[in-house]
């Protein structure tokens, strides 16, 4: 689960910035167009770079062995061709946004709700098989690594869906008696 909240978060705001810069880069004069055009590639870059990084830690904590490669190879290729997807919507998204209606909008936003979905089911199919594939020490940390615990994600940050566990307030009996 957090290969897949991890992998949508970071396509999702891989994609939320690159839309960002490309509604910039459509409203924007033409000189400024080239630098806006730069800071896109720029975070795409970045995005990729955190992707890859993501890619490497989990074949790293899975232990992939030579003759699963090939499966991991399809979970990241899937991995990718999630993000460049959500990525592209999102610039669909942003570079249209000023003729939407509210249908237009809300179609979109449809869109977007349905190609997350597709993303973790492509997830799903690619990883099945590998999961297949894996030792029961592998099983194991593919387990940990997949479940959401609330903890922050790499990076640091909790995910907006899931607050910060609050500590219970002392009764007020038991903080009198110390």
């Known amino acids: 689960m957090k290969l897949v909240l991890a992998t949508l978060a970071a396509a999702t705001s891989l994609a939320c910035a690159s839309g960002a810069y490309a509604q910039a880069a459509a409203s924007a004069p033409a000189p400024a167009s080239a630098a806006t055009a730069a800071k896109v590639a720029k975070f795409d870059q970045k995005a990729d770079a955190r992707l890859e990084d993501r890619i490497k830690d989990l074949h790293a904590k899975l232990q992939i062995k030579p003759d699963q490669e090939a499966l991991f190879g399809k979970l990241a290729d899937t991995m990718r061709s999630n993000a460049q997807h959500m990525r592209e919507l999102y610039e669909q998204r942003m ?5 939407f209606t509210a ?4 179609k979109s936003y449809g869109d977007l709700a349905q190609a997350h979905a597709d993303s973790i089911k492509n997830l799903e199919a690619s990883f099945e098989p590998l999961y297949a594939a894996l030792s029961d020490t592998q099983k194991k940390a593919a387990d940990v690594e997949f479940r959401h615990t609330g903890q922050p994600h790499p990076g640091g940050k909790p995910p907006r869906h899931h607050p910060k566990p609050q500590a219970a307030p002392a ?3 038991s903080a009198a008696g110390k």
Do not use: Y
């Open 171 to 173: 009764d007020a009996a």
């Open 95 to 99: 570079t249209q946004t000023d003729t």
């Open 103 to 106: 249908i237009d909008d809300l």
